[in-house]
Structures are given as structure tokens and as C-alpha cells.
Nanobody, 118 residues
């Protein structure tokens, strides 16, 4: 499984940004896909995930109502639409994948930096 996140950048607080994650063929439809982030000096934290085959999503409380995870199975691409961004959303965002029967994400891609200025 190969993953690559992209689309990060500098944005002002209150703005929006959409991240994408390109996955190797077959990943999106067979795995649970997730987004994680790591702020400077902090541990990596869960942001959101999606199980395409079940149509289920989950979100961290800190991003509920502001972020939306989605995907395009035909393009094997995962998205994270981020609205109403806050400075505390700053960090390196990474995409990951896990088989549905595992609780831990086993596959990780290189992250993309999101910098939200106040």
C-alpha cells in the first residue's frame, strides 16, 4: 500500500483548504482510510477516517462540523475538506490505511504541512 498526501499550505484563520491523498490501486475500496495530524512538539492525533464500503465516517471532536472526509474510489483518492480553520489546526497531516479487521493503521504516507495563521 502506497500513500501520498498533498495539498497543504499556508492559510489564514477562518479559511479553507482541501487535502488529498493518492493511494495505490485497490486501497481505498478495501481499507479504512484515515487522516492524522501532528502539531509541533505534540504527539500525532487522529483527525478523521472513512470506510468506503460501509459508508461510515468518524471524526475527532476537535474537527467535527468543520472537517469532512470523503473519497473517490475510482481515483483511489482520499480527501479532507477543512473549513473554518483555526491556528490550532496547524500541523503535518498524514493519510493512513488499515484493513477493516485491524484497529491500528498499518500503512502511512508522507505528510503535508498545514499552517494556519492567526
Amino acid at each position: 500500500v502506497q500513500l501520498q498526501a498533498y495539498g497543504g499550505g499556508l492559510v489564514q484563520a477562518g479559511g479553507s483548504l482541501r487535502l488529498s491523498c493518492a493511494a495505490s490501486v485497490g486501497t481505498f475500496s478495501n481499507y479504512v482510510m484515515g487522516w492524522f495530524r501532528q502539531a509541533p512538539g505534540k504527539e500525532r492525533e487522529f483527525v478523521a477516517d472513512i470506510w468506503w464500503n460501509r459508508g461510515t465516517t468518524s471524526y475527532a471532536d476537535s474537527v467535527k462540523g468543520r472537517f469532512t472526509v470523503s473519497g473517490d474510489a475510482a481515483r483511489n483518492t482520499l480527501y479532507l475538506q477543512m473549513n473554518s480553520l483555526k491556528p490550532e489546526d496547524t500541523g503535518v497531516y498524514s493519510c493512513a490505511a488499515r484493513p477493516p479487521w485491524r484497529s491500528d493503521f498499518a500503512y502511512w504516507g508522507r505528510g503535508t504541512l498545514v499552517n494556519v495563521s492567526s
